[in-house]
């Protein structure tokens, strides 16, 4: 199994708030991670890092190999946690916007996927709910055939029953050559499609391994450990 994702003591800084410290992480082929953390633990900063939208202060982030830039931005599908698309485009717009942009994204596979969710082509971003759009965008990520998705919060605005169908998505995505990396607080919806898990908790790794391994050693579900373990 070769690795796709690898950060080497990587810290940052903004300002004089370090919000990450220290992170040495190597990510395999073929899993699903979950990212996990209360507000503020580092999850975001981590993931800009990993797309190259944040330096790191002291350490690196290899992407097979290559730090961001031009090559990992090709084998890298983002879900930003904010909008980045036009608000004004239609779903075909965007779907046409996509295509011309990333040689591996897949048109019809998402059009099978906003006809599932009966997603109109026709409509427009800036007249959708928060929740669809958030659909359409997710889709659009899940369309690409890259060797890692990297989804910040993707289901947090959904509604439990396309939860559902946006999980099965995801997990119809896996395969042996890429991996998801899966920020989220909605920890029991996830936690069942995980192989893996990080927590992290103020910019640092507090226990990360096999979801199955975890729940095994400590006799709970990673919800239930997640809110042992951040307590308020
Ligand atoms: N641009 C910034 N300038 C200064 N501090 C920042 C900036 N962005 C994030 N931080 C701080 O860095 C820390 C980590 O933030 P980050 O957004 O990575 O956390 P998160 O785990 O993604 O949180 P959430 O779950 O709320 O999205 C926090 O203390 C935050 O206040």
Redo the contacts with the bound molecule.
């Keep these: 199994m070769e690795t796709i994702l690898e950060l080497k003591n990587v810290k940052k800084f903004?300002?004089k708030?370090e919000?990450l410290k220290e992170i040495n992480l190597s990510i395999p082929e073929g899993k699903i991670i979950g990212l996990l953390?209360?507000?503020?633990?580092?999850?975001?900063?981590?993931i800009k890092l990993i797309n190259g939208l944040l330096e790191p202060t002291n350490g690196e982030v290899l992407i097979r190999g290559n730090k961001p830039g031009i090559e990992s931005k090709k084998i890298i599908a983002y879900l930003p946690?904010r909008t980045y698309l036009n608000d004004w485009m239609s779903v075909e717009q965007l779907l046409n916007f996509f295509q011309d942009f990333y040689s591996d994204f897949d048109y019809n596979k998402a059009l099978n996927m906003l006809h599932s969710l009966q997603i109109n082509e026709s409509d427009k971003l800036k007249t959708m709910s928060k929740g669809t759009k958030e659909k359409v965008q997710l889709i659009l990520v899940m369309s690409r055939k890259a060797d890692l998705y990297i989804l910040d919060?993707p289901i947090g605005g959904v509604d439990p029953a396309a939860r559902d169908y946006i999980l099965k998505t995801i997990i119809k995505n896996y395969s042996e050559t890429s991996s998801i990396l899966l920020?989220t607080?909605l920890i029991q919806e996830i936690e069942n499609i995980c192989d893996n898990v990080i927590f992290?908790s103020q910019?640092k790794i507090v226990l990360e391994g096999s979801v199955d391994e975890i729940r095994e050693e400590k006799g709970k579900s990673i919800d239930a450990l997640f809110r042992e373990v951040f307590i308020c």
């Design positions: 903004y300002g708030k919000a953390g209360p507000n503020g633990s580092g999850k975001s900063t981590m946690e919060e920020a607080h992290l910019g």
